[in-house]
């Protein structure tokens, strides 16, 4: 028997079982309103009504889809749509009645009884099944086999609820939970699914002293809690080291839906994990309206950050999508990823290089992008610092041809992805990228005011995405891979760093605020949080590897390279902050450059760059950006400011 005759007809008999409890609890309400046998009350009534009242009911499940529940995950849902069902039905039944009998010989309070019946009859039998599939009293405290591992939940609340409920269902569980750590206090003492709330996170210690005093000492935390701040992350693997316990968490709450499946896998702890970013409420379905029936553009689509803005921009349904990348490798690898995520997206994928006017001048008019997302850029900063020359013919020349493709096409707006290292910059890929800043700004200007330009230009700045290409995550997990060292350039370095999805989704919110009341000269700022201590991450990521930093794994201090600084900044203190109504975007308002002055460099800087003269090149860059101070490695300028929060 195939698949699908088996849910026909299991939906079939779930049908005829609901429809004969309607049936039954008609004539039973009957029964008890009347205090004895209906049929010497009405046997016109016993007939036509529960005839009727079957009838209706079997409509209204078909059309709630009732017979659809599975029975075994019966839960609020799955209640409130038979409360819902018995509601209708009786009401239906109601105006029925009244049409072709006016009510006569049917008791009202027979009616209310039915209500009643009806939702015990349908619930009944799903609870009973449940917790017969459960097991009758299970708990995910019971030891069942003995080879299940012990563990400890870090968090009371939905989280540890939702696990608890996963192990009760799952007779083949790993886990057996043995305590649960409130990290807010509040249930210390309590039960969730008849597991003890042990005490306090900062009871930690003596709370594990007293499980081992009773053969219970867990040899797993697993963290519940989604919102726990990084820094007692960081110190939950500090102690779970410590005590010779291995750390995991629960996927977020969003990573899965409980009732596709009774089992919900723990998973190591990430260096993300320990970031100590609280999650972002997100605008999703302004983010959506952006998005939904737009032709859509992405330069450097191949690219970490272009990849993912392509990923959640083919989500959101646009009409069409244009990936184009330098990398012929990467632009295929986006692309078949795309198809396989989205087949029925309208999409083309286009091998360019953004230095080429010509070609993304074609792109973009056969293209026909209202949005575009411009990521491509070169931006490891001591390849750039070593070849400024190319640094500037990408980052520069090749915005001036994507901006200028945009400006002849009409497009409505164009967004530029830029970094904080255009602040106060000490390399040439800051300085690049801070000349890129200036000319989407000075054209931003010129359309407010009153120049023939259709297209509005968003400049979104953040820091640091982790996984990214050339970013210092890759580095260490490959020098772990080998044994060690893991290499830090200066013990008190520190910088910004957000993951590729929370930066993408910020860029999007970003985008719908300047599509929608952008004005002038701004620049949406990427609240990136607390800088992190490189080496404070390394030591981290040896942890997580369940090494030890300075014994199995040494960190070796290089020293720092040209164009870095100690600390980056998102905002230099001439700019002025403002917030915005999303919590992780803010506005700065910088100092606009002369527009003529720009163009006229930028032509100077491309020149250099064809010609190969450095000297020019860095003589050009730094009468653009009087704050570039091409010193090799320098702190971060007096008078820098950190995200303002």
């Known amino acids: 028997m195939s698949p699908r005759v088996r849910r026909s007809l299991r939906a079939g008999f779930i049908l005829c079982h609901d429809a004969a409890m309607a049936a039954l609890s008609f004539f039973a309400s009957l029964a008890l309103r009347l205090g004895g046998d209906p049929w010497d009350y009405s046997p016109e009534l016993v007939i036509l009504g529960t005839g009727g009242f079957t009838l209706v009911s079997a409509l209204v499940f078909v059309f709630l889809q009732t017979q659809r529940d599975v029975w075994q995950y019966t839960s609020t849902p799955e209640i409130l749509r038979i409360l819902r069902a018995v509601t209708l039905i009786v009401l239906l039944f109601v105006v029925v009645q009244f049409w072709t009998t006016r009510l006569v010989d049917m008791p009202r309070a027979a009616l209310a009884i039915n209500w009643f019946m009806l939702v015990a009859l349908l619930a009944g039998p799903r609870i009973m099944y449940r917790i017969a599939k459960q097991g009758w009293g299970r708990t995910a405290m019971d030891a069942g086999r003995g080879d299940r591992v012990p563990v400890l939940l870090i968090g009371a609340a939905n989280g540890a609820d939702l696990f608890l409920r996963a192990l009760s269902e799952d007779s083949t569980a790993r886990y057996r939970v043995v305590g649960i750590i409130d990290t807010e206090g509040s249930r210390i003492g309590r039960r969730i699914r008849g597991v003890e709330v042990s005490g306090p996170l900062d009871r930690l210690g003596d709370i594990m002293a007293r499980l081992h005093n009773v053969n219970l000492r867990p040899r797993r935390f697993i963290i519940t809690d989604d919102t726990l701040p990084g820094r007692v992350m960081a110190r939950l693997l500090e102690e779970s080291e410590a005590l010779g316990v291995t750390l995991a968490r629960l996927p977020r709450m969003t990573d899965f839906r409980a009732a596709e499946s009774p089992r919900i896998e723990p998973r190591p702890i990430a260096i993300e994990d320990l970031l100590g970013r609280p999650q972002q409420v997100l605008d999703r379905a302004a983010m959506e309206e952006l998005i939904r029936g737009k032709r859509v553009l992405v330069t450097g689509a191949g690219g970490t950050i272009g990849g993912e803005l392509a990923r959640q921009v083919a989500a959101l349904e646009p009409a069409h999508l244009t990936l184009i990348d330098n990398s012929e490798y990467a632009l295929y690898s986006i692309d078949l990823e795309i198809r396989e995520r989205t087949p029925a997206l309208p999409r083309t994928a286009v091998l360019a290089n953004v230095r080429d006017g010509t070609r993304i001048a074609a792109a973009i008019h056969a293209a026909r992008p209202e949005l575009v997302f411009h990521a491509a850029a070169l931006k490891h900063v001591p390849i750039v610092e070593d070849n400024p020359e190319e640094g500037v013919l990408t980052n520069v020349v090749g915005t001036r041809n994507v901006v200028d493709a945009c400006v002849a096409e009409g497009v409505a707006a164009m967004v530029l992805i830029s970094t904080d290292k255009a602040v106060n910059p000490a390399a040439v890929m800051g300085a690049s990228k801070r000349v890129a800043e200036s000319y989407c700004q000075s054209l931003n200007l010129a359309r407010a005011a009153g120049e023939d330009i259709a297209t509005r230009f968003i400049t979104l700045r953040f820091g640091n995405v982790l996984g990214s290409t050339g970013s210092v995550v890759p580095l260490f997990e ?168």
Request: proline share 7%; net charge negative.
């Open 478 to 645: 490959r020098q772990l891979a080998q044994g060690g060292p893991l290499t830090v350039t200066h013990p008190e370095m520190t910088r910004y760093f957000m993951t590729v999805r929370e930066a993408v989704e910020l860029v999007l919110e970003a985008t719908v605020l300047g599509t929608g009341e952008g004005d002038g000269a701004a620049i949406y700022v990427l609240d990136m949080g607390t800088p992190v201590r490189i080496m404070d991450l390394a030591q981290q990521m040896i942890r997580l590897a369940g090494l030890r930093p300075g014994e199995d794994i040494k960190i070796q201090v290089t020293g720092l390279r040209p164009g870095e600084k100690l600390h980056e900044e998102l905002f230099h203190t001439a700019e002025t902050t403002e917030p915005t109504r999303y919590p992780g975007v803010l506005i700065a308002r910088p100092r606009p450059l002369n527009r003529v002055t720009l163009a006229t460099g930028i032509d100077q800087l491309a020149q250099a760059a064809r010609a190969r003269d450095r000297a020019a090149v860095i003589g050009t860059l730094r009468a653009l950006v009087p704050d570039y101070h091409p010193n090799g490695a320098v702190p971060a300028a007096e008078g820098a400011r950190e995200t303002v929060h």
